[in-house]
């Protein structure tokens, strides 16, 4: 079975200061899918990355960076300079294909609050 | 490209009453996702159809929860009768058919229902 585990439930920040989200999984397959997803208070999730099992390159888009460690099966999101208009709930997910499909399995999802 | 859209936005309805959630993918995508997320905790898969097949239906809570995805278009999600424990926001994401998981979800706006 798949876990993913958000410890931190919220998180209240100052504009500009930096900010990293955890994120640790847990899956016994080889091959999988790593995801972050972002929920603005209007309710959508938005697709912000998605990132595979073999690919341990960290990645950089905009403010936005992602660390991910196969030795700790962590995936941690850090938003650099961060803005009010990040504030919203941040969740991490894990994809293992089963063969009937790709249901993803989240975590508790992290509120990121970001305060002038 | 239109995204996923689900309707309605929002529902109350009494226990023991019936409800009926619709969701319609982005054109051309065959997988169709439902999750739900329960007060405050973690957005949990319910049931994953290709076209109009169910292929994955393991997260589904009970009997009183019926989904259909007539002709691979629209899906429904129908709880009755419902109960106070089946409030919560229902998302919808949809996929195009692709092998592995890779799988890119892009979701719904989400329903949110509340039972009294």
């Known amino acids: 079975a798949q876990k993913v585990t958000q410890a931190q439930t919220e998180i209240s920040v100052v504009e500009k200061e930096d900010v990293t989200l955890d994120c640790v999984y847990e899956t016994r397959d080889t091959t999988y899918y790593l995801f972050w997803y972002k929920q603005p208070p209007s309710g959508e999730l938005v697709f912000l990355i998605r990132?595979?099992?073999?690919?341990?390159q960290n990645e950089i888009s905009g403010r936005y960076s992602w660390n991910f460690q196969k030795s700790t099966s962590s995936f941690n999101f850090t938003i650099t300079a961060s803005q009010v208009v990040d504030s919203a709930v941040y969740f991490c997910a894990l994809s293992v294909f089963t063969g009937g499909g790709n249901k993803l399995t989240f975590g508790t999802g992290t509120q990121l609050k970001v305060e002038l | 490209e239109a995204g996923v859209t689900q309707f309605p936005s929002h529902s109350v309805i009494e226990k023991g009453q019936t409800v009926t959630l619709r969701c319609d993918p982005i054109?051309?995508?065959?997988?169709l996702y439902w999750y739900r997320r329960v007060m405050g905790k973690e957005i949990k898969f319910l049931l994953h159809?290709?076209?109009?097949?169910?292929?994955?239906e393991s997260g589904m809570p009970n009997n009183r929860f019926l989904a259909e995805r007539t002709g691979g278009t629209y899906s429904t999600l129908k709880v009755q009768p419902a109960e106070l424990e089946d409030s919560g926001v229902y998302f919808c994401?949809?996929?195009?058919?692709?092998?592995?998981?890779?799988?890119?979800?892009?979701f719904g706006p989400g329903t949110r229902l509340t039972v009294t």
């Open positions: 994401a949809s996929s195009r058919r692709t092998s592995g998981s890779k799988d890119e979800q892009y």
């Open positions: 054109s051309g995508h065959d997988n």
């Open positions: 159809f290709v076209k109009e097949s169910k292929q994955d």
């Open positions: 990132r595979n099992s073999f690919d341990e």
